[in-house]
């Protein structure tokens, strides 16, 4: 069996949110993040494969295309023997009670990748996303949770509406703010907020946020202007998780 022409169709129009939308599906590459999805709850809609390296347990519909075919479909450099589709689940509502994290207009999937990742990695269970975030389920950043996608509830809001909810106390990163190592106390509940990769949290979102902190450079040349949203994010977490030991 090989790839038909309404196969590439569907995996081509996948690459763009607005058919991702449509059909509630996305698409998952390479060995160890499409098995990794395969454990999860996650429906699979269908799967492309190379050769015969895959053998599955589950009633889904696997089939075997060649290493060209792959090429065609694939979004990687170097694509690595399999390709499925994934049905987007429902969003989930989000507990109000918790350690949440909270994105603003994240522009680069690599970073909400990474992340999603830092989530899972740190205990996080919901991640909520402002509208102009990043698509979860855009294809480069399915690649880069490497399976933590599945473990983190992800939704997407009108950010600020959001905030102004809330009884959490809501922190973000800022140049200006207060040393986090100094910082007396940090709560085991609380909403940290990281903002975009050029201009940081919006205006709007900072006239929101009560609680503003600083993550101290110790270079003595002390050149570099900022950090790297994602390593920010898991120096805060890793700051805040580490107060509750």
């Known amino acids: 069996m090989s790839l038909s022409k309404n196969n590439i169709k569907l995996i081509t129009s996948l690459q763009q949110k607005k058919y991702r939308q449509k059909h509630k599906l996305f698409i998952a590459e390479g060995i160890k993040v499409v098995n990794e999805l395969l454990k999860s709850n996650l429906e699979v809609y269908q ?6 390296f895959l053998r599955f347990d589950i009633n889904i519909n696997v089939i075997q295309i060649s290493e060209v075919e792959l090429k065609k479909v694939s979004s990687l450099k170097s694509p690595n023997k399999v390709l499925a589709l994934f049905r987007i689940p429902e969003e989930k509502l989000t507990r109000k009670d918790d350690f949440i994290v909270a994105l603003d207009g994240i522009n680069d999937p690599g970073n909400l990748g990474t992340i999603i990742r830092l989530c899972d ?23 880069s949770t490497m399976g933590s996608l599945t473990r983190v509830n992800i939704r997407y809001a009108q950010l600020s509406d959001y905030l102004k909810a809330t009884d959490l106390p809501v922190f973000t990163a800022d140049m200006d703010g207060e040393n986090v190592y ?8 609380a909403i940290l907020v990281m903002g975009n990769e050029a201009n940081g949290i919006s205006s709007e979102i900072a006239t929101i946020v009560e609680n503003k902190l600083t993550i101290p450079r110790f270079g003595e040349v002390q050149q570099t ?16 998780k580490r107060r509750l030991g």
């Open 47 to 52: 799967i492309f494969c190379v050769d015969d």
């Open 121 to 143: 990695w740190f205990g996080v269970e919901e991640l909520i996303c402002s509208d102009n975030t990043v698509d979860c389920y855009n294809q480069k950043v399915v690649q």
């Open 182 to 189: 100094e910082k007396h106390s940090l709560p085991q509940k």
């Open 225 to 240: 202007e900022s950090l790297n949203v994602a390593t920010a994010t898991a120096i805060l977490l890793s700051e805040f």
